[in-house]
């Protein structure tokens, strides 16, 4: 990784398991921007920003399906992430974000209490992080939904649909209009998306080979690349840390 990005991530507690997959944090320390591009992890990302030209943002990020446009860690910047599991989408924020596939916005400078002082230290953000988002559980998580997405992040979406829904007992329908409606996606999609972040862990460790649920090495490289861009040679290599979520992979 960049000799001056700073990298560090935490797993929630138990009880936020089934909708946090972490917090993170990133520092650019130099001087400079840092060029960068992004890869679809399967995630929902709540991001606090502090820049020298702006100095509090807080964005949402929705899912993405393929490689973003290359973006720009600014100089001297600080980025605190919640990267939220899909159930997160219903019971923490309430609402739809099929809007937001391959997209994000900026939210109010307040949303969630959060503000800039929140920045300075990143366990304290983790606490009132989890404060606050064990406060906007206000249901209980459907059993339906529950064992549909544990078998999801379980197998790393390696079953058929047909599968998934036979064990969830939770029709294939209703799966797919449940998906469509609060994430903009299909099940089928979403499971891609999350074979490519498994074969993204191997592929940081240089194993060019398919290990996630693919017919071949053919087919292996031909889903990579469609949402990568790029080809699991070209991801290992990762010139000049442009991907940043491999980097962050290799540096754990």
Request: net charge positive.
């Amino acid at each position: 990784m960049y000799e001056n990005l700073e990298y560090k991530s935490v797993e929630p507690n138990k009880s936020l398991s089934d909708f946090v997959d972490r917090f993170w944090c990133m520092k650019n320390k130099s001087d400079r921007a840092l060029e960068t591009i992004g890869l679809p992890d399967g995630r929902i990302d709540l991001s606090l920003i502090q820049t020298n030209e702006k100095p509090f943002e807080i964005r949402l990020l929705g899912l993405g399906t393929q490689q973003y446009e290359k973006g720009i860690i600014p100089a001297n910047s600080r980025t605190f992430v919640i990267s939220f599991k899909l159930p997160a989408v219903e019971y923490v924020f309430h609402e739809s974000i099929a809007t937001l596939l391959n997209s994000g916005k900026i939210l109010e400078n307040d949303f969630w209490n959060f503000n800039k002082n929140d920045l300075e230290n990143f366990e304290l953000f983790c606490e009132k992080a989890s404060l606050k988002i064990q406060s906007l559980l206000t249901k209980e998580i459907d059993n339906r939904k529950q064992k549909l997405f544990k078998l999801i992040y379980k197998t790393n979406g390696a079953l058929t649909v047909k599968a998934f829904s036979e064990q969830s007992n939770w029709s294939s329908r209703q799966i797919n209009r449940y998906f469509q409606q609060y994430f903009g996606i299909s099940l089928k999609e979403y499971c891609s998306i999350l074979r490519f972040r498994a074969s993204l862990e191997h592929i940081a460790k240089g194993k060019l080979f398919p290990e996630e649920n693919f017919s071949d090495q053919t087919h292996f490289i031909k889903e990579i690349k469609k949402i990568s861009g790029s080809l699991p040679k070209e991801l290992f290599q990762n010139k000049n840390d442009r991907f940043i979520l491999l980097s962050a992979l290799s540096s754990q």
